[in-house]
């Protein structure tokens, strides 16, 4: 029998706009010719004004989700928005020890809004982060976890502290730096590598989504980590660059 092709799968909320979560889960996943299961915690109807309101999904809609999905093809996990600590014990439940997660550690939109009740930071720490392979974090994750870092130098200081902190790899998205948005990836054995981005003519959303979907996509095609990053970087800086407006934003086009 063959054997099905090597698959991510995207835990994460839907926005209404098409710009972030599963439809960038989607896109990316798409552009680079990897299998992506969906499962999906919450429902976000937004626009350029923000989040209006988050519906999360059913607990036993949500556990129906992960029982449909292929978990013998995946081979890595992205968490994004799961908005409720409920929902992520059920995805504990659920999802096989053998995967290593990517975690995104959506806390707000970019547009404006939470995009998580209170309690699950710490959920996400206590129950999650010892699950994840690598863990994403943009200026304001950062601070809610530890603390913020103003620049390049700060974030070459806090990376291989968190990593060492959480034991996985973490990288410190510098999308909301001055300058050059420059990415800092420290590893659990200490060392810490640079990727450098591009901005475009305008903020585009998605951005953080796009990029943890594709390092998972670069683990499932068998890259190593830093392999990975570097991939999911240069497809970043070119949907950057090739982004086009949306009802809430511009849109990354890989």
């Known amino acids: 029998m063959t054997q099905p092709p090597r698959s991510i799968i995207c835990v994460g909320g839907l926005d209404t706009s098409g710009g972030a979560g599963a439809a960038a889960d989607i896109r990316i996943a798409a552009a680079l010719r990897v299998p992506c299961q969906i499962a999906l915690a919450a429902l976000a109807p937004q626009d350029a004004a923000g989040v209006h309101q988050v519906f999360p999904i059913p607990a036993g809609a949500f556990r129906a989700q992960l029982r449909s999905l292929n978990w013998q093809s995946a081979a890595a996990l992205k968490l994004g928005m799961i908005y409720l600590p409920e929902l992520l014990v059920i995805l504990l439940e659920e999802a096989p020890p053998r995967l290593s997660w990517i975690i995104d550690p959506v806390l707000s939109a970019s547009s404006g809004g939470a995009l998580a009740v209170p309690g699950l930071e710490d959920a996400m ?130």
């Open 125 to 254: 720490e206590a129950r999650a982060f010892p699950r994840a392979g690598l863990i994403t974090m943009n200026r304001d994750e950062a601070a809610h976890y530890a603390r913020d870092f103003p620049d390049l130098t700060a974030a070459r200081e806090l990376a291989p502290q968190l990593a060492k902190r959480f034991d996985c790899a973490v990288l410190l998205k510098g999308g909301h730096l001055e300058g050059e948005p420059v990415d800092v990836l420290a590893e659990t054995e200490g060392r810490v590598l640079e990727f450098p981005g591009r901005r475009g003519g305008v903020a585009c959303r998605g951005t953080g989504c796009a990029l943890s979907t594709a390092v998972a996509c670069g683990l499932a095609a068998g890259r190593t980590l830093p392999e990975a990053v570097a991939k999911a970087k240069e497809l970043i800086n070119r949907a950057v660059e090739g982004a086009y407006p949306g009802p809430a934003g511009a849109i990354t086009a890989p």
